[in-house]
C-alpha cells in the first residue's frame, strides 16, 4: 500500500495542471473598462456629506455594470439611508437610463466605505455619459430601483 506522499507525487503533474486550468480561468476576463479605455465619461455629482468613489464601468456580455463605492464626512449613524442615483446619457445628451442603487450600511466613520453594483442589458457606445449622485432620502425598494427624484438627473440639483 503507497503511502500518502507517493500518491501526491504520482499525481503532481495532473494536480499542477489543474490548479493552472483553475488559476487562469479566474485571471481571465472579457470586461473591458469603459473609463479608463475612453469610451465612456464618468461624472460624479458632488455633495455635501457622502461621496462616491473607486467607480468603474465595465461592458460585460452585452451588459453594462457600474460599481463603487460610497464614503461619509459624518458619523455613519446620521449617514446610514441614502442611496447612489445615477442616469446614463446618450452622446446628444438625451437619457438612455436612470437608477437608483442601495449600498451596505456605513460601519464606522473614514473606514468602511460601503459597496454598490448596478448591471443592466445594455451596450453603451461611444462618447456615453454616466453620472452618480449621492442621494439622501431613504427610499430603498431593492437592490436597484428608481427612487423618482434623481440626483444625477441633469435638471437635479444635489446637495444631500
Avoid: W
Avoid at 24 to 43: F, P, Q
Amino acid at each position: 500500500m503507497k503511502n500518502i506522499k507517493q500518491r501526491i507525487i504520482e499525481r503532481l503533474p495532473l494536480l499542477i495542471a489543474v490548479a493552472a486550468v483553475i488559476v487562469g480561468s479566474g485571471c481571465a476576463t472579457n470586461r473591458l473598462n469603459l473609463v479608463k479605455d475612453g469610451t465612456v465619461s464618468m461624472e460624479i455629482v458632488p455633495t455635501r456629506n457622502e461621496y462616491i468613489t473607486r467607480t468603474s464601468i465595465y461592458q460585460d456580455n452585452g451588459e453594462v455594470l457600474i460599481t463603487g463605492n460610497v464614503g461619509t464626512h459624518r458619523l455613519p449613524v446620521f449617514a446610514n439611508g441614502g442611496h447612489v442615483d445615477g442616469v446614463i446619457l446618450a452622446p446628444d445628451g438625451s437619457v438612455i437610463k436612470k437608477f437608483s442603487a442601495s449600498h451596505a450600511v456605513f460601519r464606522r466613520k473614514n473606514s468602511f466605505q460601503p459597496a454598490f453594483t448596478v448591471r443592466f442589458p445594455l451596450v453603451l457606445q461611444p462618447k456615453t455619459a454616466v453620472r452618480l449622485a449621492y442621494h439622501h432620502p431613504a427610499t430603498v425598494v431593492a437592490k436597484t430601483f428608481d427612487c423618482g427624484q434623481n440626483a444625477a438627473a441633469p435638471h437635479y440639483k444635489a446637495g444631500s
